[in-house]
């Protein structure tokens, strides 16, 4: 079965792309999605978290404080290797249980890895292909600011301490550019499909 790395910064529609794909019967492995759901109450990982960098990155329901473990972990590089290493080999782990599922299943056309981070944490050597996302960066300011009731500068630094699209642009197969309207990006992606040899429904 096809695995595709599907990537793209902040405010670039990412998600957009990934449920569309999802609507062609592709499956989805989330890498946001898991790296929430393993941080959840009762999970293995908030207890190595906890050891790490104290009790006060729980909160008293016992989920995790994630503005408390990002205070400790921001301005000391030490003690960010430290957290990614330790939740990197948890999210990893639940994502390659979560493709053989998949793989098992055999019921798709193909597994779409969609993870900001992909080329970060190497999960392109998961995969066959990788397609990136990119927009203008004054819309995809844009959207973030909306998206998040954020200023314009705040989203400016998030968008620069993240890898450059240019940068992504080289290690990546296929660029869809979603600076237009949803059924432009559609048939982007339905194009893409058809040269890839996928169905299209």
Not at 14 to 19: A, D, G, H, M, Y
Not at 82 to 102: G, P, Q, T, W, Y
Not at 175 to 195: C, F, R, V
């Amino acid at each position: 079965m096809e695995i595709i790395g599907l990537t793209g910064g902040i405010g670039t529609g990412k998600s957009t792309v990934s449920r569309y794909l999802s609507e062609q019967n592709f499956a989805i492995v989330d890498a946001d999605l898991i790296s929430r759901q393993v941080v959840e109450p009762g999970m293995p990982l908030l207890d190595e978290l906890e050891a790490a960098f104290g009790s006060d990155i729980i909160n008293e329901d016992g989920s995790l404080n994630r503005k408390g473990l990002a205070a400790i972990v921001f301005n000391d590089v030490e003690k960010r290797k430290l957290m990614d290493s330790i939740m990197h080999k948890e999210i990893l782990a639940e994502m390659r249980r979560v493709m053989e599922d998949f793989q098992q299943q055999g019921t798709h056309q193909g597994i779409i890895i969609d993870a900001p981070l992909l080329f970060e944490i190497g999960l392109e050597k998961w995969c066959g292909q990788v397609w990136l996302v990119t927009a203008d960066m004054d819309l995809r300011i844009e959207r973030v600011c909306a998206r998040d009731d954020a200023k314009p500068e705040e989203v400016e630094a998030r968008i620069r301490n993240q890898m450059s699209d240019d940068e992504k642009k080289k290690l990546s197969d296929e660029i869809l550019d979603n600076s237009g309207t949803l059924e432009e990006l559609h048939k982007q992606i339905s194009e893409l499909l058809q040269k890839k040899g996928f169905e299209v429904c």
